[in-house]
Structures are given as C-alpha cells and as structure tokens.
C-alpha cells in the first residue's frame, strides 16, 4: 500500500513531465520513434510490472498511470487505465505461465 | 461463493468500465479534469518553458548543418547568377554599341562585322579581335570603331581570331586629308605610323595652311581604306622652311585603353 502511495506522485510528474516538457521534442510525438511516441508512463508501467510481478503494484502502477495520462490527454478517464490493467494483467500471465527466471541459490 | 482469479479480473475489469461510463456520462470527469488542470498548472508552465528552451537549443545545433549547406547552395546560386549578370552586361554592351553604330547609319555606308577586341599589344600597335576566316574575314579589311574612326586594318587573318594593325603601327601609310569648308579645300598629306600609338602627317605642301584641332580623315586614294573615315586631329604643326613639306603631329581619334567593342568593313 506504501508502494502505491508513493507511485501516485511519481506518475502525476511523471505525467506533466511527458504532456508538458518532451512534447517539444519529435522522439516524444506521433510518429517520432519508429513510428510510434514514446510513452514514459507505459514504460514505466512495464518495468514495475516485470520487475515486481508477484505484486499487486503492477496494477496500482497501471490505474495511477492510466489515470493521470487520461486527465491530461483528450480522451475519456478509463481509456487509458484500462488499456494499462489489461496489459499488465497480459504480462503477469505470461511472466507466470511461460517465463521462469533463474534465481540464484545461495550458497 | 469462492470466485476464481480469472473470473475476479473479469468482474474488476467490467466493474471498472461501467464506473467509467457512469463518470464520463455524468460530465463528472470535466470537473476532475478541470481540477488537475488548476493544481498542475505551475508545474505545466515551468516544464513547458524548460522543454521548450531545451528544444531551440537543440533545434540550433540541428539547424546549423542545414544552414551550411543552404548557404553553400545560395553561393553557387550567387555565382551562377553573377555570371548570368555579367553576360548580360556585356550583351547590353553589345546592343548599345550596335545602336550608336546604327544612328549614325554605319551600316548603310558599309558592310559591317562586329568583333570584339581580345588583346592589345601597345608595344607592336596591334590589336587581337575575335573574328577570323571563319567569319569571312580577310586580309586588309579596314577596322573602324562605331563612331567611325578608324582602328586599322586587318593584318593576320587565323581561323578564329585576327590581328589588327593599328594606323600607329611603323608599316602603317595611307592617304588622308584635312578636312576643309570643301573639296577645293581640303589639304591633302600621308598619315604614317610611328610606333607607340603615334600619328604623323606629312607631305603636306608648305603653301598650304594648317592649323592645330583640324580633323583628319581618310581619302579614297590608295584603296586601302574607304574615304571619310576619321582618322584623328591635328595636334602640332611641325613646319620648316628648308624642308619641302610640312607635317603635323596626329592625335588618333580612339583611345586604345577604351577600345572593346570594333567593326570590320567587308565591304566599301
């Protein structure tokens, strides 16, 4: 739950910095990085998810995300929060059912 | 009931979509946004300056390549259109010259070929023009300017280009007369060359009287060159009374350093 809470600052800002600072930039909008913009919330989301993803931060992290990037983007809330929990819910199903990550036994 | 995970998410995720609608429906979701917006606005404006000044700073750096080769490519525009200019020039030149030659009737009197001068040798009073047996150029031809005076005559004659020897040249002789209120008066001489651009009349009969400024211009006699054609003005009468003849030092009528533009008379 301190995980969360923590998360929501840091995707508000996370956020503002990607609606207001990198949309100067052309890697950061349509069409600008092979086509497509680079998204730094839904990065970020992947990476919390795979590092994390025994957890339910993943999808603390995916409605935080979605949630900001639907305030300050021109589509309805839910639009992006949904896409996010679904994708994280995809990733925690393969991560589960086909990937097995070696971990080192102590010694 | 125990429900399965699967069946939790699909309940979570339906119950979330039917929130959503619920709250996009109502218009709630305008106030939200409208809040965000208020709180988030100074943090918005200080990100939106800073990735904005960041951005013309790269945009500079992009732009200098660009700028380079614009520049490199506005500097053979730049050429290429003084080269343009210049030809230009010339062919206004070329047209004015034409024009003069045209009001005082040049080419009704003779048959004329444009040529332009290509080098000039002081020392040997010749001249290289830009017309040759190619052009039906020949020997001895006389050369006038388009105010009519007179150059020369046409030395060597190569394919493309043709020496003139200036009237100043050594070998240059020709008859020629100072002109007079008329015919009865006209004093006759024989303009000779004497290097460097200098004219000298001479055998001129003592009894005669001349005087400095008189115009001299060339006579049919001889058939070298057409009459008429000015040849200079009488700058120094040279006069003794133990010599036979008098003579007169000649100012040509064309200033060498000046000349550019010549006409070759094919026909008089």
Redesign the interface.
């Known amino acids: 739950m301190k995980k969360i809470l923590i998360l929501i600052p840091f995707f508000?800002?996370l956020t503002?910095?990607q609606?207001?600072?990198?949309?100067?930039?052309n890697i950061f909008l349509e069409g600008g990085f092979l086509g497509w913009a680079l998204n730094l919330i839904l990065i970020a989301v992947i990476l919390i998810t795979v590092f994390d993803p025994n957890t339910k931060i993943g999808v603390g992290a995916a409605f935080t995300g979605g949630f900001?990037l639907d305030?300050?983007s021109e589509n309805?809330?839910?639009f992006h929060?949904?896409i996010l929990?679904?994708l994280v819910?995809f990733i925690k199903f393969i991560l589960r059912k086909y990937v097995r990550i070696p971990i080192i036994k102590p010694a | 009931m125990k429900l399965s995970p699967g069946v939790k998410?699909g309940l979570i995720?339906v119950l979330?979509?039917a929130?959503?609608?619920v709250?996009?429906l109502t218009g709630f979701?305008k106030e939200?946004?409208n809040f965000?917006y208020l709180i988030?606005s100074p943090?918005?404006?200080t990100?939106?300056r800073?990735?904005?000044n960041?951005?013309d700073f790269?945009e500079v750096i992009s732009e200098i390549e660009k700028i380079k080769k614009e520049d490199e490519e506005l500097l053979l525009k730049n050429q290429a259109l003084l080269a343009e200019n210049t030809r230009l020039k010339e062919l206004k030149k070329e047209n004015e010259v034409l024009r003069e030659a045209l009001e005082i009737g040049l080419e009704k009197e003779f048959k004329l070929l444009l040529s332009e001068v290509r080098g000039k040798d002081i020392s040997q009073d010749t001249l290289l023009i830009n017309k040759g047996s190619k052009d039906g150029i020949l020997k001895d031809f006389p050369v006038i300017t388009q105010q009519k005076a007179l150059i020369g005559k046409i030395g060597e004659v190569y394919e493309n280009f043709s020496k003139v020897i200036l009237i100043s040249n050594k070998e240059s002789s020709f008859d020629a007369k100072i002109m007079g209120g008329d015919d009865d008066n006209d004093i006759q001489g024989v303009v000779k060359g004497k290097g460097n651009l200098k004219l000298f009349l001479d055998l001129v009969p003592q009894e005669k009287e001349i005087k400095e400024s008189d115009l001299v211009v060339t006579t049919a006699l001889g058939g070298i060159f057409p009459k008429g054609l000015l040849v200079g003005e009488i700058k120094e009468v040279l006069k003794s009374d133990i010599q036979p003849w008098q003579g007169a030092k000649i100012k040509p009528a064309f200033d060498v350093k000046e000349l550019e533009t010549l006409f070759v008379i094919v026909n008089f």
Request: glycine content about 4%; overall charge positive; proline content about 0%.
């Open positions: 508000y800002i503002l910095f609606t207001s600072f990198l949309t100067h930039f900001f305030i300050f309805f809330i839910g929060i949904l929990v679904i819910f | 998410i995720i979330l979509i929130f959503f609608i709250l996009n979701s939200v946004k965000f988030s943090i918005q404006k990100f939106w800073a990735g904005n960041l951005s790269f």
